[in-house]
């Protein structure tokens, strides 16, 4: 065994060892992968026993693999895990091939080596990795993949893993190539740099990364609060690229509830005025008072905002969020101004809308653990997003600590 082999062996038991979760696990060992073979694009599929398709759950460098699937035989990845084997294509045979049972990202031009991940009595799923920097992928670059994913297969047999993907549908929001530019002073910063980001109906996604890296211009053009420079947004199938002022006035009324990390609530209302107030303006909204009885505060119908903690306007900015039946709640570091005993309880209001009503619900923050509740994982950095993944075991909020 050569020692770049042994390096990266070695690098991925510390990740299974040091990780707290599965998820974790993956996405530092999807990292490793790439590292060690230079690889672009990596992705990690599993293999769903029960409907018998390979689903695409974590992904390193882009993000527009998560959630495709393939049957056995179908495309590279269903060929793979067909006959166990790996298989390594140059650049140059790319160029008419499916990597799953759809054509996928443009993967022209670039190499690709697809790895299965299993132990001595069964296949789990496989990893995929593109664009090697320096050229083909090696007869060195398969052994060492192959030894990895042995070891990451016998990882997750004894974790005792067992793989549930979403139920095939049709994404909710679809975000292509999208460009946000700003003037600063004299020039022309680009804060969004070509995003792609399918949202599925009824799930929670999360997105992380730090201050400035696009997280809230990125959830303000989905809502329909910002315009994009370039790229395409689509919303159940409609083209919300360019929307005029009506359309755009329609989509947030008809569409779009927001949470807001400052509340944002009128200072001169009552709590339940507040949502009233929202309710009249929507085509189809709930009684404001179930909408409050839903975040735990009937008995503050009659109280100001200025009389409430801030966990209580925080759930009061859910209800005004909730009041209009959106088929979209989109929040904005919801408890980043909160103490972790509140945060947890606006938390646990959030996980009940998505799970009860199941209603589609976007959330950006900085705190990863909160990330461990959500259905999928989004990291945004420099405009980009670096990564993205399923979690297998969504935890309740109740269940999260920092």
């Known amino acids: 065994m050569d020692m770049m082999n042994v390096q990266t062996l070695w690098l991925i038991m510390e990740a299974l060892r040091d990780a707290n979760q599965l998820e974790d696990a993956l996405a530092k060992s999807l990292d490793i992968f790439c590292d060690a073979t230079k690889s672009e694009k990596g992705t990690i599929w599993m293999l769903d026993d029960a409907s018998g398709r390979t689903v695409a759950v974590m992904a390193h460098g882009t993000s527009a693999a998560v959630g495709e699937s393939a049957s056995r035989g179908e495309g590279v990845v269903g060929e793979v895990i067909a006959t166990e084997k790996s298989r390594a294509y140059k650049a140059s045979e790319v160029q008419k091939l499916k990597y799953a049972g759809v054509d996928g990202p443009d993967i022209t031009g670039k190499s690709l080596l697809c790895v299965p991940i299993k132990t001595p009595k069964h296949i789990i799923g496989c990893l995929l990795l593109t664009g090697k920097a320096d050229g083909e992928y090696t007869q ?53 740099k070509g995003v792609d980001l399918d949202v599925f109906p009824g799930e929670l996604m999360v997105v992380l990364g730090e201050s400035g890296c696009g997280k809230s211009t990125l959830l303000n053009i989905i809502g329909g609060m910002d315009r994009m420079t370039e790229g395409e947004l689509l919303v159940e199938g409609k083209d919300m690229s360019q929307p005029s002022e009506d359309e755009l006035t329609e989509y947030r009324r008809e569409y779009i509830g927001f949470i807001f990390q400052a509340y944002n609530l009128m200072p001169n209302l009552s709590a339940y005025e507040n949502i009233e107030f929202i309710g009249e303006i929507s085509d189809n909204p709930m009684d404001s008072m179930e909408a409050l009885r839903m975040v735990g505060l009937e008995e503050k119908g009659n109280s100001m905002p200025s009389a409430l903690s801030g966990g209580q306007m925080q759930r009061v900015s859910i209800a005004r969020a909730l009041v209009k039946n959106p088929k979209i709640i989109l929040a904005d570091e919801p408890t980043a101004a909160l ?64």
């Open 140 to 192: 060195a670059d398969i052994d060492v993949c192959e030894n990895c994913c042995s070891v990451l297969a016998l990882d997750i047999e004894d974790k005792g893993f067992s793989f549930r993907p979403f139920e095939d549908r049709k994404p909710i929001v679809t975000v292509r190539g999208i460009i946000k530019e700003f003037m600063s002073g004299e020039e022309i910063r680009r804060i969004l």
């Open 339 to 402: 103490d972790y005993d509140t945060s947890i309880k606006v938390l646990k209001v959030i996980e009940d809308i998505v799970k009860k009503r199941n209603t589609t619900v976007l959330m950006v923050t900085h705190n990863p653990e909160i990330a461990k509740m959500a259905n999928r994982v989004v990291k945004l950095r420099d405009g980009k997003i670096s990564s993205i993944r399923v979690n297998l075991h969504p935890l309740n909020a109740t269940d999260l600590v920092w």
